[in-house]
């Protein structure tokens, strides 16, 4: 397993800094779905088609899903995943049931066992400070010049 993540340092843009302060981005490699990790498992010596990895892990998925809606909480070596209610109620709203998206609901995740040990034996290089990405101005209408009030309603 590769241990060596590489990172980017970014200047802190806050308004006043104290000092020089950094934070860090690791370099992204590309972003994976369910078909490239099907792939990087096919190399490995099983007796399965890529057909069915999808299958089993798009079931799987699938499952964990169903189930967190359900209010399970989900913890596998990977993750954990709960779910978690935003918005505010009164005390005459108990014991209601709210329409979907009125209290909208989202999954927390947090890195579970596996995940933790894996990140914990990750050694960081930093490759050098990140250039910024130079922001075009923002176009704006030209303002009229003449003062507003001075045109005479039925024009000059």
Not at 9 to 18: D, E, M, S, T
Not at 46 to 68: G, H, K, M, P, T
Not at 104 to 126: C, D, N, Q, W
Request: charged content about 25%; glycine content about 8%.
């Amino acid at each position: 397993m590769k241990t060596i993540l590489r990172a980017y340092a970014y200047r802190n843009a806050l308004k006043k800094p104290v000092g020089p302060f950094y934070y860090l981005r690791a370099l992204s490699l590309g972003r994976l779905d369910i078909g490239d990790i099907i792939a990087r498992i096919s190399r490995l010596p099983f007796a399965f088609s890529q057909r069915e990895y999808a299958f089993l892990v798009n079931l799987f998925l699938d499952e964990c899903i169903a189930a967190a809606t359900e209010g399970y909480h989900i913890a596998t070596p990977q993750m954990r995943w709960s779910p978690t209610i935003r918005g505010t109620i009164v005390p005459s709203d108990f014991r209601r049931t709210f329409a979907p998206g009125r209290l909208p609901v989202s999954f927390r995740l947090t890195p579970g066992p596996a995940a933790r040990k894996a990140s914990s034996e990750i050694s960081v290089h930093i490759c050098g400070e990140a250039v910024p990405k130079v922001r075009a101005p923002k176009v704006r209408a030209p303002k009229d010049s003449a003062p507003k009030g001075d045109t005479p309603k039925g024009g000059p």
